[in-house]
Structures are given as C-alpha cells and as structure tokens.
C-alpha cells in the first residue's frame, strides 16, 4: 500500500512559480511510475507530467517548457516545478504512482493563479 501526501499547492500571481511535493509514505517507492495530475472546476482530470521508475519524463503539451517533474528516491517524494503560471493553471493537482495493476492517488493540493 501507498499513502501519497502532496503538498505547495497555494494562490501565486500569473508569471509565478511553485513547486509541489508529493511525499510517499509507501515502501518501494523507486519501483512506481509517479504523475502530476489536474483537475479544473467542471473538467475531467488530465496528465500534467509523468516520470517512469527509470526517470524519463513526459509532459502534456500546455506545460511543456514551463513544468518539471522530478523524483528522489530516496526521500521518497516527486516533485513539479511550475514557472510562468497562467490563470487556465488553476486546479486541484493530483500524485499518482503506479505499478502494473496497481494506482494510488494522494488527496490533491490547490493551485490558484489570479492577480
């Protein structure tokens, strides 16, 4: 079993930054792919940006160049990095680790960019 704990999530001006942490409370952590998710009001959850096991990246195409993921092993934790925010950021952001048939989600963290 997985507890997943994210944590950053705040209200930041647009062209601001934050850097969200998701915490694994789990063991084997460096066996999980991990993924940032968003969900916006009245919209479906999407991809953010994923790192495999392995460390290779992937980003949804409305955050490349401005989000990084990153993972410490050995802290357990997943990060994302998010630079010139824009208002249409605005969303509860989800962790997720998986592992073959396996999910988990952490309770999310709210992002708000408004001026």
């Known amino acids: 079993q997985v507890q997943l704990v994210e944590s950053g999530g705040a209200l930041v001006q647009p062209g601001g930054f934050l850097k969200l942490s998701c915490a694994s409370s789990?063991?084997?952590?460096?066996?999980?792919?991990m993924g940032w998710y968003r969900q916006a009001p009245g919209k479906q959850r999407e991809l953010v940006a994923g790192?495999?096991?392995?460390?290779?990246?992937n980003y949804a195409d409305f955050v490349k160049g401005r989000f990084t993921i990153s993972r410490d092993n050995a802290k357990k934790t997943v990060y994302l990095q998010m630079n010139s925010l824009k208002p249409e950021d605005t969303a509860v952001y989800y962790c997720?680790?998986?592992?073959?048939?396996?999910?988990?989600w952490g309770q999310g963290t709210q992002v708000t960019v408004s001026a």
């Open positions: 997720n680790a998986g592992f073959k048939a396996l999910s988990f």
């Open positions: 789990g063991s084997s952590f460096s066996i999980y792919d």
């Open positions: 790192i495999t096991r392995s460390g290779s990246t």
